[in-house]
């Protein structure tokens, strides 16, 4: 056996060597062990034997291959190792080698284990070993090297972003692969590629074989098209008043002059940013874009040189709406990979339910129609016109809300309008002879404007198929009419559950780690693993736990006393707590609401009550109001779901987290009450499964704003006394951090005031 090793301490007597395989045939790495010792566990690894005796006992053994097949046997190997598999003809090994069972082994692993990285990365940032980061980047290790799923909850401090991105680091450089990071926010992509990342690059490079490389990828829309900008839309085109049209060109013509500049295209680096509906007019989604072989800016396209950026790098950060894309399409939008790490993983569901809905509203089909009117459309686009009025007109008549079937009133105008959208496709698509070279940004926007007129037949395709299932129960898919006061009526079509999709394209085909502050529920795993879609006996689980104590530095209070919540707004009773607790916490408060309209009457009436300054979401942007919080340590922030899951306000600025009610979805929310008629059909607790589940999250995300480092202490204030008095109350208190519990406003008086004493 020949090897390749770097300071080498000799191992005598006899030897066999095995090379271990992950199921998608790439090596991982070889390990050495004595003769006469059975061969090390290698978990879920395949292996195939390395070493062919040629002699025992001095005598040739029979039945040896010859040159030829020991010529076309190692041509086979080297397409398995990484590195394309020509490491050898360096001076450095392709693989790992270990040696298993010799006493008194010296010789060093080729590369270093994740201990030691993570120590090294840690060291370097000038931080301190954690015991949770640890265990969870051992946990991932063990994931990426068994090929297992893996679930963490990982607690604020835990240090979950090192956890995983070293492994991560020490995955792809070992097998020349990319791993894929997902995150669910922008506010945490920007985290990992401008701050994690880099400084943990420079910390590993001095340990590891090259420096670590990363890049960041998004979805098309997110990067400005530049055949659109060249064949841009006139403002008075888009459907807006005509008192907007001048605002909404002079941002147009910003991101034109800003595209002439940019080297990355991205929207983020524009500055100051543009409304939604300019950006818009300059960019294109994955369904609409024509591919960069039949654009005309094919080779200038910003989104292609990210995706090229990609494919030559470690690890690559995306969000989830594009993993999602990438899952569903029959394309690859990611590098090659065969692993992902979801980070927010409990954002997964929504943002994968997202992509695969689809919308039908009068905004779309009208701008398709007057788009098709400069492409000789052959009065085809007139047609849509009169078939998109009587499909609006029809949705009139009809009621809104969830449909759990169709009549003739609905299937007809949609029939037709679907037809419609056809003909004008196929009219559109058809280029005249030589358009492509004589005027190809005309033809670009055919072919563009054919995907998006193929999307909307697709999407009413869809809603009709929904109904040859006459079951509700039986339905896959769930169908409402929103009536939308800007857009009118909105047809959706989503599916029910997002299970199936994710077990099939996301974990049946590369590892999946997922970490999130918030994954267990009722304090058990297996809820997140069942409507995510996890195959039954291929993941494990840990709960890293968090450097805080909980219980010694938050209080969770329960006002039982208070009237159940109702629906006429915040009773006189519950703001009367409001500004008892807020006194006794002199400010310092984040609060917590269902509804902005329960925000916006505890603002209005606590700035009369309080001499404290309070702001209100929709004063400001919401980072805007953050920051005026964060900065001024007497203030109160009172806002709605951004606010549950998106404030990080470390120290006494943030003492006291009010919450209103237990977030149960509305009762009118058509998709989560279809999936609780679903679990009720199949003979579940529909109620504990989504509504109490969907509840559980939120409660677990918004307590978490509380302790946000190690020295904070405070009050988590819960104003809905069901969370006291119902026998699912225990479900959703086990789904937050183990603070001390208490109903009793004096004790929580008291022990706000202690805090204000001493300055905490």
């Given amino acids: 056996?020949?090897?390749?090793?770097?300071?080498?301490?000799?191992?005598?007597?006899?030897?066999?060597?095995?090379?271990?395989?992950?199921?998608?045939?790439?090596?991982?790495?070889?390990?050495?062990?004595?003769?006469?010792?059975?061969?090390?566990?290698?978990?879920?690894?395949?292996?195939?034997?390395?070493?062919?005796?040629?002699?025992?006992?001095?005598?040739?053994?029979?039945?040896?291959?010859?040159?030829?097949?020991?010529?076309?046997?190692?041509?086979?190997?080297?397409?398995?190792?990484?590195w394309e598999g020509l490491a050898l003809s360096r001076d450095e090994p392709s693989i790992n080698t270990r040696f298993v069972g010799f006493p008194g082994v010296t010789e060093e692993p080729l590369s270093q284990d994740t201990e030691t990285l993570l120590d090294a990365a840690v060291a370097a940032l000038g931080g301190s070993r954690r015991p949770g980061q640890v265990a969870m980047a051992r946990a991932v290790t063990r994931a990426l090297e068994t090929e297992r799923h893996l679930a963490v909850q990982a607690g604020t401090g835990t240090g979950k972003s090192l956890a995983y991105l070293v492994p991560a680091i020490r995955h792809a450089q070992a097998t020349g692969t990319s791993v894929i990071i997902s995150t669910a926010t922008i506010a945490l992509q920007r985290q990992l590629v401008e701050r994690d990342l880099p400084r943990l690059a420079e910390a590993l490079e001095p340990v590891m074989e090259r420096r670590p490389t990363f890049a960041i990828l998004k979805g098309r829309s997110n990067y400005v098209c530049l055949n659109r900008i060249g064949a841009a839309e006139d403002p008075e085109d888009a459907l807006i008043d005509e008192a907007d049209v001048s605002w909404l060109g002079r941002h147009v013509a910003r991101v034109h002059e800003w595209a002439q500049e940019t080297g990355s295209g991205d929207r983020d680096d524009l500055e100051p940013g543009v409304p939604d509906l300019a950006w818009r007019q300059v960019s294109v989604t994955a369904r609409e874009c024509l591919g960069a072989t039949r654009c005309p800016h094919g080779e200038e396209c910003f989104a292609e040189a990210a995706r090229r950026q990609a494919h030559e790098v470690d690890i690559v950060v995306t969000n989830h709406a594009l993993l999602a894309i990438d899952a569903l399409a029959d394309i690859d939008i990611l590098p090659e990979h065969d692993v992902v790490i979801i980070d927010e993983a409990h954002e997964l569901d929504g943002r994968i339910t997202s992509v695969a809905s689809n919308e039908l509203s009068r905004t779309a089909l009208t701008l398709a129609a007057k788009r098709a009117g400069k492409l000789d459309a052959d009065g085809r686009d007139d047609k849509l016109v009169e078939l998109t009025d009587d499909w609006l007109a029809a949705a009139q008549l009809l009621p809104d809300g969830r449909w759990t079937d169709i009549d003739d009133?609905?299937?007809?105008?949609?029939?037709?309008?679907?037809?419609?959208?056809?003909?004008?496709?196929?009219?559109?698509?058809?280029?005249?002879?030589?358009?492509?070279?004589?005027?190809?940004?005309?033809?670009?926007?055919?072919?563009?404007?054919?995907?998006?007129?193929?999307?909307?037949?697709?999407?009413?395709?869809r809603v009709l198929t929904v109904f040859d299932e006459s079951d509700p129960a039986s339905q896959r898919d769930v169908v409402w009419l929103a009536r939308d006061d800007r857009r009118g009526d909105v047809l959706t079509v989503a599916p029910l559950s997002v299970a199936g999709l994710l077990h099939d394209r996301l974990f049946g085909e590369q590892t999946v780690v997922l970490t999130s502050a918030t994954l267990t529920i009722g304090g058990r795993f297996d809820p997140m693993a069942a409507f995510l879609g996890i195959p039954k006996g291929t993941w494990d689980s840990l709960d890293a736990g968090t450097p805080f104590d909980p219980r010694k530095s938050g209080i969770l209070y329960t006002a039982r006393h208070l009237p159940d919540p109702g629906r006429d707004g915040l009773s006189a009773e519950t703001l009367d707590e409001i500004h008892d607790l807020i006194m006794a916490a002199g400010g310092r408060t984040l609060g917590l609401f269902s509804s902005r309209r329960a925000a916006e009457q505890a603002a209005e009436a606590m700035k009369l009550r309080v001499p404290f300054d309070v702001y209100c979401q929709g004063e400001d942007t919401t980072g805007a109001l953050v920051e005026k919080f964060a900065r001024d340590e007497n203030a109160c922030l009172f806002g709605t779901l951004t606010l549950w899951q998106g404030v990080d306000v470390p120290g006494p600025a943030c003492s006291l987290v009010l919450i209103d009610r237990i977030p149960f979805p509305r009762p009118d929310d058509p998709l989560l009450q279809a999936r609780k008629e679903a679990a009720e059909a199949e003979g579940r607790n529909g109620f504990m499964e989504v509504a109490a589940t969907h509840a559980a999250l939120l409660m677990a995300q918004g307590a978490g704003r509380l302790l946000r480092s190690v020295t904070d202490r405070g009050v988590v204030a819960v104003l809905d006394n069901r969370l006291a008095t119902k026998r699912y109350g225990s479900f959703l208190r086990a789904s937050m951090p183990a603070f001390w519990e208490t109903t009793d406003p004096a004790v929580v008086r008291g022990a706000l005031k202690r805090l204000v004493t001493q300055g905490r």
């Fill in 409 to 461: 009133t609905a299937r007809g105008p949609l029939a037709g309008l679907r037809d419609g959208l056809w003909s004008l496709r196929d009219a559109i698509a058809r280029a005249p002879e030589g358009e492509s070279a004589n005027d190809p940004e005309k033809y670009a926007e055919r072919q563009n404007l054919a995907n998006h007129l193929q999307e909307l037949h697709d999407a009413i395709v």
């Fill in 1 to 82: 056996m020949a090897k390749r090793s770097r300071g080498k301490g000799m191992t005598g007597g006899s030897k066999q060597s095995i090379r271990t395989y992950r199921s998608s045939g790439v090596a991982v790495e070889e390990l050495v062990f004595p003769f006469d010792a059975e061969a090390p566990d290698t978990g879920h690894l395949s292996s195939t034997q390395l070493t062919v005796p040629l002699m025992r006992d001095g005598v040739t053994v029979d039945g040896l291959p010859s040159l030829e097949e020991s010529r076309t046997y190692l041509a086979e190997q080297l397409l398995t190792l990484p």
